[in-house]
């Protein structure tokens, strides 16, 4: 079984940063993507950030130049750090793992969710 284990988040003011991680745990095979998503109240859950683990990050339009995220290789963790926090950018933040279990066999993995508040 793959567990996510979410670290971060938290209350900033406006142009502050934040910092969360999120590590993969469990019996798998390999990782092909781990990432980020948000979700706001009343609006639908979107994505943030990947990193596949092949090569190569992708990120949502809003928060290029604003956050990078970034991998562990050996801990099986991904970093999301998040500067010129804004607060549109409050929502719950779920990490989401795409991992294959074995040879052949992939699976979408979420996290807990952890609440990042940009607030004055």
């Known amino acids: 079984q793959v567990q996510l284990v979410e670290s971060g988040g938290g209350l900033v003011q406006p142009g502050g940063s934040l910092r969360l991680s999120c590590a993969a745990s469990?019996?798998?095979?390999?990782?092909?993507?781990m990432g980020w998503y948000r979700q706001a109240p009343g609006k639908q859950r979107e994505l943030v950030a990947t990193?596949?683990?092949?090569?190569?990050?992708n990120y949502e339009d809003s928060v290029k130049g604003r956050f990078t995220i970034s991998r562990d290789n050996a801990k099986n963790m991904v970093h999301l750090q998040m500067n010129s926090l804004k607060p549109e950018d409050t929502a719950v933040y779920y990490c989401?793992?795409?991992?294959?279990?074995?040879?052949?066999?992939?699976?979408?993995?979420w996290g807990q969710g952890t609440q990042v508040t940009v607030s004055s």
């Open positions: 469990g019996s798998f095979f390999r990782i092909i993507a």
């Open positions: 989401n793992a795409r991992i294959y279990t074995d040879f052949t066999i992939w699976n979408d993995y």
């Open positions: 990193y596949n683990w092949g090569g190569g990050t």
